[in-house]
T-cell receptor
Framework: EDKVVQSPLSLVVHEGDTVTLNCSYE??????LLWYKQEKKAPTFLFML????IEKKSGRLSSILDKKELFSILNITATQTGDSAVYLC????????????FGTGTLLAVQP | NAGVTQTPKFQVLKTGQSMTLQCAQD?????MYWYRQDPGMGLRLIYY???????DKGEVPNGYNVSRLNKREFSLRLESAAPSQTSVYFC?????????????FGQGTRLTVV
């Protein structure tokens, strides 16, 4: 069965801490992995990863993919209260017809 | 910058009633999607449309129908609502004809079926 599993389910940290969020997957014919941030409403795009070992970076956020071990991590350094959100991982896979599965997300709470 | 616009934002239906959720994007995107989000389940794909005139089932299509009216608009219809369809519904779009690109989401429709 194709699946995407995120861990931890939830996390509480203090401002300034560094966090690492995990996304592992088991799918057939992997194509890409995407990270989204969901605050109150609509998810917003963070990164798309297709190649192993190449870090994507945007400010304090970075992400990397390991296609051999079938996982990705999202790092957030020097966390701020504005980083509080649900972080969603999605995997695109399949042959002629793409499919997509989202993980259930990691709820991050950053306390002042 | 409107992006992806969904209407309505909130709706309460009685079991058996029908309704259509509307979605429009102004980014000239080819692909459009309907997801539902339930606690502990993540986002699940209901239907998608890779281009104008085509639609395909996603992971949870039962109880829903869709129409890709034109390139801008993609509607989701519940013919006979059931309590199990209580959820938050998101419409999304992306530029290509595959899912391999950044998707832009609407603000969601919170639907309650009583």
């Amino acid at each position: 069965e194709d699946k995407v599993v995120q861990s931890p389910l939830s996390l509480v940290v203090h401002e300034g801490d560094t966090v690492t969020l995990n996304c592992s997957y088991e799918v057939t014919n992997f194509r890409s992995l995407l990270w989204y941030k969901q605050e109150k409403k609509a998810p917003t795009f963070l990164f798309m990863l297709t190649s192993s070992g190449i870090e994507k970076k945007s400010g304090r956020l970075s992400s990397i993919l390991d296609k051999k071990e079938l996982f990705s991590i999202l790092n957030i350094t020097a966390t701020q209260t504005g980083d509080s959100a649900v972080y969603l991982c999605a995997v695109v896979y399949g042959g002629a017809t793409n499919k997509l599965i989202f993980g259930t997300g990691t709820l991050l709470a950053v306390q002042p | 910058n409107a992006g992806v616009t969904q209407t309505p934002k909130f709706q309460v239906l009685k079991t058996g009633q029908s309704m259509t959720l509307q979605c429009a994007q102004d980014m000239n995107h080819n692909s459009m999607y309907w997801y539902r989000q339930d606690p502990g389940m993540g986002l699940r794909l209901i239907y998608y449309s890779a281009s104008e005139g085509t639609t395909d089932k996603g992971e949870v299509p039962n109880g829903y129908n869709v129409s890709r009216l034109n390139k801008r608009e993609f509607s989701l219809r519940l013919e006979s609502a059931a309590p199990s369809q209580t959820s938050v519904y998101f419409c999304a779009s992306n530029r290509g004809q595959t899912m391999n690109t950044e998707a832009f989401f609407g603000q969601g429709t919170r639907l309650t079926v009583v």
